[in-house]
């Protein structure tokens, strides 16, 4: 701005109505103030907290929004001079946009801690709670990727050379889409994964997996990739795709509870009787059974020994892997205590081997 258009602008400046200005301005933040303590003592009185979140989300933003529109509507009745005015213009265009995308980026996140709130995935049967934190956060993400795009947008389009490259892209936007989809392709496609995955919800939080061979929870699912906290406590991270591409094993897809296998080897004389009581005992005297499933079968007969699987349940993983690791101790006790003879032995027919006797013996002649 050149010197002499700063003294004409000046000159064409009505002081009394930029003195009206500044005192809207304070006035809107007054009116704000004594709004938002209003509304606060409202939200105080009611049983839930949503309410308070909200008011603290959106106070900051609103505020400064309210105060710049005041402006923006107060300044038309004052005359500028072009250059001043089309920097105010420019200025009030992108600080606008700003604040809108923050108040937007606000009200998101009020919404996901709104409802991770009256979601509790502690409980034991927390199968809708993880459902609903599971939606909102990736919704989340999108949605503030989504804003975070749109408000630098709408940042640049205030800039006229700008607005003018833009424009110029414009036409060209189709070789433009096809050279950036080429080289983004593994992200869009994690993108548009992660989209999926937020309706088809095939994973949740704190679902238990088995992928690529190791068994671990779902500890966080971000945008394009998700973190699988294994049972050592090592973090495998997995894009999203691979959820929707490949199979894998989801133990908690509709419940907690699952059932846990243990095999037993025994003799071919074994009573197979008393080892199913004493199973069906050892199961139910551990208080970590949940009183549904305790059963004991011959799966399978071989050469060496009889194949026993015992069937036990669980309220979730963990518990079910503690449950067959203890029941396993107290049917080795039982058996080497009570039945050490169904105990696996290896057998050999002595009739079959050659009779060394025969080989050693001196001829007839020499008795």
Same mark, same amino acid.
């Given at each position: %701005?050149?010197?002499?258009? *700063? !003294? &004409?602008?000046?000159? !064409? *400046?009505?002081?009394?109505?930029?003195?009206?200005?500044?005192?809207?301005?304070?006035?809107?933040?007054?009116? !704000?103030?004594?709004?938002?303590?209003?509304?606060?003592?409202?939200?105080?009185?009611?049983?839930?907290?949503?309410?308070?979140?909200?008011?603290?989300?959106?106070?900051?933003?609103?505020?400064?929004?309210?105060?710049? $529109?005041?402006?923006?509507?107060?300044?038309?009745?004052?005359?500028?001079?072009?250059?001043?005015?089309?920097?105010?213009?420019?200025?009030?265009? %992108?600080?606008?946009?700003?604040?809108?995308?923050?108040?937007?980026?606000?009200?998101?996140?009020?919404?996901?801690?709104?409802?991770?709130?009256?979601?509790?995935?502690?409980?034991?049967?927390?199968?809708?709670?993880?459902?609903?934190?599971?939606?909102?956060?990736?919704?989340?993400?999108?949605?503030?990727?989504?804003?975070?795009? $749109?408000?630098?947008?709408? %940042?640049?389009?205030?800039?006229?050379?700008?607005?003018?490259?833009?424009?110029?892209?414009?036409?060209?936007?189709?070789?433009?889409?096809?050279?950036?989809?080429?080289?983004?392709?593994?992200? $869009?496609?994690?993108?548009?994964?992660?989209?999926?995955?937020?309706?088809?919800?095939?994973?949740?939080?704190?679902?238990?997996?088995?992928?690529?061979?190791?068994?671990?929870?779902?500890?966080?699912?971000?945008?394009?990739?998700?973190?699988?906290?294994?049972?050592?406590?090592?973090?495998?991270?997995?894009?999203?795709?691979?959820?929707?591409?490949?199979?894998?094993?989801?133990?908690?897809?509709?419940?907690?509870?699952?059932?846990?296998?243990? *095999?037993?080897?025994?003799?071919?004389?074994?009573? &197979?009787?008393?080892?199913?009581?004493?199973?069906?005992?050892?199961?139910?005297?551990?208080?970590?059974?949940?009183?549904?499933?305790? &059963?004991?079968?011959?799966?399978?007969?071989?050469?060496?020994?009889?194949?026993?699987?015992?069937?036990?349940?669980?309220?979730?993983?963990?518990?079910?892997?503690?449950?067959?690791?203890?029941?396993?101790?107290?049917?080795?006790?039982?058996?080497?205590?009570?039945?050490?003879?169904? %105990?696996?032995?290896?057998?050999?027919?002595?009739?079959? $081997?050659?009779?060394?006797?025969?080989?050693?013996?001196?001829?007839?002649?020499?008795?």
């Amino acid at each position: %701005m050149q010197p002499n258009d *700063f !003294h &004409i602008a000046v000159g !064409h *400046f009505e002081w009394r109505a930029i003195a009206g200005l500044g005192i809207a301005a304070l006035v809107a933040l007054a009116l !704000h103030f004594i709004t938002f303590a209003i509304i606060r003592r409202v939200s105080r009185k009611t049983s839930s907290d949503s309410d308070d979140v909200f008011v603290r989300a959106v106070y900051q933003p609103s505020r400064w929004l309210f105060v710049l $529109l005041v402006l923006m509507t107060g300044i038309q009745t004052i005359r500028l001079g072009p250059t001043i005015e089309k920097w105010w213009t420019i200025g009030s265009t %992108m600080t606008l946009a700003a604040l809108v995308g923050w108040l937007a980026w606000r009200i998101v996140g009020a919404l996901k801690r709104i409802v991770e709130a009256s979601a509790d995935i502690t409980v034991e049967d927390n199968l809708t709670a993880r459902r609903r934190t599971t939606r909102v956060r990736i919704l989340n993400r999108i949605a503030q990727v989504t804003i975070l795009f $749109l408000t630098i947008a709408f %940042m640049l389009l205030a800039i006229p050379s700008v607005r003018a490259i833009g424009v110029t892209l414009v036409a060209s936007a189709g070789l433009a889409a096809l050279a950036v989809g080429a080289a983004a392709q593994p992200a $869009l496609k994690n993108l548009i994964a992660g989209i999926q995955m937020a309706f088809t919800e095939p994973i949740r939080l704190d679902d238990v997996v088995i992928v690529e061979g190791e068994w671990g929870w779902i500890e966080d699912i971000r945008l394009t990739y998700v973190i699988v906290r294994i049972w050592d406590d090592r973090r495998l991270v997995v894009p999203v795709s691979y959820f929707l591409e490949k199979p894998f094993q989801n133990w908690t897809r509709e419940t907690s509870h699952l059932l846990g296998t243990v *095999f037993i080897y025994v003799d071919h004389g074994a009573d &197979i009787g008393a080892l199913r009581h004493a199973w069906v005992a050892a199961v139910q005297a551990n208080e970590r059974w949940d009183g549904r499933v305790a &059963i004991l079968q011959v799966t399978d007969h071989r050469p060496d020994g009889i194949e026993l699987r015992g069937l036990l349940s669980a309220r979730d993983a963990p518990v079910a892997w503690d449950l067959r690791c203890e029941v396993r101790e107290a049917m080795m006790d039982f058996l080497r205590v009570k039945m050490p003879e169904a %105990m696996v032995k290896e057998r050999v027919r002595l009739d079959a $081997l050659p009779d060394k006797r025969a080989d050693t013996a001196p001829p007839v002649g020499q008795l």
